[in-house]
Nanobody, 127 residues
Framework: QVQLAETGGGLVQAGGSLRLSCTAS????????LAWFRQAPGKERAIVAS????????FYEDSVKGRFTISRDNAKNTAWLQMNSLTPEDTAVYYC????????????????????WGQGTQVTVSS
């Protein structure tokens, strides 16, 4: 079955960087887009960034534009989220997810569009 596993979370000071990894198995990684979501305590899960199946197109939520970079390597079944200039507002559990539909070229920003999720990795940014 589909499995997604996030690694790379941790505690970092404001202004620091982290690189999250999402390793996929159980499906044809190269046929599906991938997204990173995050959920802070008391808040709804929300999209951070997404990348199309080919890697040619990316989307970023406004608050992370210019600071985060999403990428993927289909040969390695892995995607990454490079996070720079972190602030305490970035503190959350980060999840990678893949959607129900293959070969989507538009960026799906809603949680309901995704049917496979990793277990999440905690990112904590101290001030």
């Amino acid at each position: 079955q589909v499995q997604l596993a996030e690694t790379g979370g941790g505690l970092v000071q404001a202004g620091g960087s982290l690189r999250l990894s999402c390793t996929a198995s159980g499906y044809t990684f190269s046929k599906y887009s991938l997204a990173w979501f995050r959920q802070a305590p008391g808040k709804e899960r929300a999209i951070v960034a997404s990348i199309t199946f080919s890697g040619q197109s990316t989307f970023y939520e406004d608050s992370v534009k210019g600071r985060f970079t999403i990428s993927r390597d289909n040969a390695k079944n892995t995607a990454w989220l490079q996070m720079n200039s972190l602030t305490p507002e970035d503190t959350a559990v980060y999840y990678c997810a893949t959607p129900t539909l293959r070969y989507t070229t538009n960026h799906l920003v809603k949680v309901v569009s995704y049917n496979s999720w990793g277990q999440g990795t905690q990112v904590t940014v101290s001030s």
